[in-house]
């Protein structure tokens, strides 16, 4: 856990300050619609990956889903 909050306090902050700063270099030497360009290019990215990762995603919490619902059925006939 001590490795995750160090990672964290090093990336988090840096991220949070690179963006704004792209955003005005990028406003300051072009146009502003590239920012908006950019940040759909972005957006567009991450939904094909989450659209890419919810079939193999969905199967694995099918799977959780049908141990947990049979795990409490057991637990249900033991407490009987």
């Known amino acids: 856990m001590i490795l995750i909050a160090l990672g964290e306090m090093r990336v988090i902050p840096t991220s949070q300050a690179l963006a704004p700063l792209a955003a005005g270099a990028i406003m300051d030497r072009f146009d502003s619609r590239w920012v908006r360009y950019g940040c759909s290019l972005i957006c567009a990215i991450s ?8 079939p193999h995603a969905r199967e694995r919490l099918i799977e959780k889903q ?11 006939k033991d407490a009987i």
């Open 47 to 54: 939904l094909s990956g989450f659209y890419g990762l919810y």
């Open 66 to 76: 049908v141990t947990d619902v049979s795990e409490r059925r057991e637990g249900v």
